[in-house]
């Protein structure tokens, strides 16, 4: 089975109100549970095969710490800044079908919406550095789509760290 982990950025920082939404920093509690959590995807025998992130610097600095903690690049898509279900679809359906596990950071509230696509009712909003993860049993993702996908487990940094 194919696996997508999408994950809303960690807990960002507000002492600056000059500062643009884009350029936001992670606050201290999103610095702790950042690595925290890509610690317990490691553990959860989970290794993205590729990482995708908004670049949006809350992000990027989320993804940062899982791609550390597996060794890995990120590669960014602007797309996935506040990008609506269609975008990470897009992102999806256009990766290599070797590739079994692929990981997304993106933004509220597109990621609770993009769960309730996979798992209708499944949750009224998934936290800053919750991951989500989906199975595909797809041969091609270019054929994936939301039906396609099983909530596989929700992780979040109060429940799992």
């Not at 890509?38 to 290794?47: D, H, N, R, V, Y």
């Not at 095969?49 to 992000?59: F, G, K, L």
């Amino acid at each position: 089975m194919k696996k997508v982990i999408i994950v809303r950025h960690a807990k960002s920082s507000w002492d600056d109100f000059r500062m643009t939404d884009f350029d936001r920093p992670l606050d201290q509690r999103g610095l702790r549970d950042a690595p925290n959590m890509a610690k317990l995807l490691k553990a959860e025998g989970l290794k993205p095969d590729i990482i995708y992130t908004s670049d949006a610097n809350r992000a990027q600095t989320t993804a940062n710490f899982f791609a550390s903690e597996f060794d890995m690049e990120i590669n960014k898509k602007h797309s996935l800044y506040h990008g609506a279900p269609d975008d990470y679809l897009d992102v999806i359906r256009m990766e290599n079908d070797q590739y079994q596990t692929i990981a997304l950071f993106g933004h509220n509230p597109g990621i609770t919406f993009l769960t309730n696509l996979i798992s209708s009712g499944s949750t009224d909003n998934i936290p800053t550095c919750g991951i989500i993860i989906a199975g595909y049993m797809g041969k091609l993702w270019s054929d994936c789509d939301w039906s396609g996908l099983k909530l596989i487990k929700i992780l979040t940094p109060k429940t799992n760290t």
